[in-house]
């Protein structure tokens, strides 16, 4: 296993050259094998397996084995859920079986042969916190193993880029969550954050709602401009923010977002926010009370 590590180092160089494609479900279990059953079949890029309660590392090392992948790991990862199947496509099967821990698969440029695997276990630093899927043409990066990032103009500019030729499916989604999830400069995942707005599926809805704990305050406040333009409005969320973020003008942004309209809460919150210690967020509050 130590040396499929090091091979994943060399793939992780070559990463820039790949695809992003979303990964779909596994098809229907067809069994539940015995614990410890694992069998695993890799044909015309998809995956037939039998298998019981056995580490997930396990599975991924026998794939990497039979497609010539390298293969590198962060944390523990857990055990597969006992199940069998036939003829599911790679990327599918994978992401399906490597849950809850996030996935990076790098193919070649045709998509069709697996170079390299990285897996991530939930709340380990540095990595995605869902599966993603790359390969091909879409020239994105690799933020696993200190490799040198395009600056960060260049990176809003491909993004952007990708996001306009995928429309708005959920083709873009996972590549989009991936930039969020791992990119270091705040002004490239709020460029992220307004592409992932409004596009389709749980997932992006579900990592808008997360932003509003990140770190910046730029984001926190975009994340529920987002959610408050695309849906319902998230008056508990907003309400939270108005009530308990330690920075002035997320409080006074949520508070713009709020009218005493919104219900019992709403008027609530902006009934005490007439107290805070900011002379902006009182008179916003004011304001708000009277809409």
């Given amino acids: 296993m130590a040396g499929i590590r090091r091979q994943s180092r060399r793939a992780a160089a070559r990463l820039v050259a790949g695809v992003l494609a979303v990964v779909t479900p596994l098809s229907p279990v067809l069994a539940q094998p015995a614990p410890g059953v694992l069998e695993v079949t890799i044909e015309g890029g998809r995956m037939s397996a039998s298998l019981g309660a056995v580490p997930v590392v396990d599975v ?3 794939v990497a084995h039979q497609t010539g992948a ?3 790991v962060r944390g523990e990862l857990g055990n597969v859920r006992p199940q069998s199947f036939t003829g599911v496509p790679l990327a599918s099967a994978l992401s399906r079986l490597a849950q809850p821990n996030g996935l990076i698969l790098q193919f070649d440029n045709s998509g069709g042969r697996l170079l390299a695997i ?5 709340g380990t630093a540095g990595g995605p916190p869902t599966t993603v899927a790359l390969g091909g043409i879409a020239k994105m990066w690799n933020y696993e193993d200190g490799q ?3 600056d960060s103009d260049k990176r809003i500019e491909r993004i952007s880029k990708m996001a306009k030729q995928r429309g708005a499916g959920e083709a873009a989604v996972q590549p989009l969550i991936y930039v969020m999830s791992g990119d270091p400069d705040p002004a490239v995942r709020r460029t992220a954050l307004g592409l992932l707005a409004g596009l ?3 997932d992006a809805r579900r990592t808008v709602m997360q932003t509003v704990a990140d770190t910046d305050p730029e984001m926190r406040i975009e994340a529920l401009r987002v959610l408050t333009a695309t849906g319902e409005k998230p008056v508990s969320l907003l309400a939270q923010a ?3 973020d330690a920075d002035a003008s997320v409080r006074l942004a949520a508070i713009g977002m709020l009218s005493r309209s919104d219900g019992d809460l709403a008027r609530a919150v902006l009934e005490g926010a007439r107290g805070d210690s900011d002379p902006q967020v009182r008179e916003a509050a004011q304001q708000s009370l009277r809409r």
């Fill in 70 to 72: 390298s293969l590198s």
């Fill in 118 to 122: 990285h897996a991530v276990a939930p």
């Fill in 148 to 150: 040198e990032l395009p």
């Fill in 242 to 244: 108005v009530k308990g």
């Fill in 60 to 62: 991924l090392g026998s």
């Fill in 200 to 202: 389709p599926g749980d």
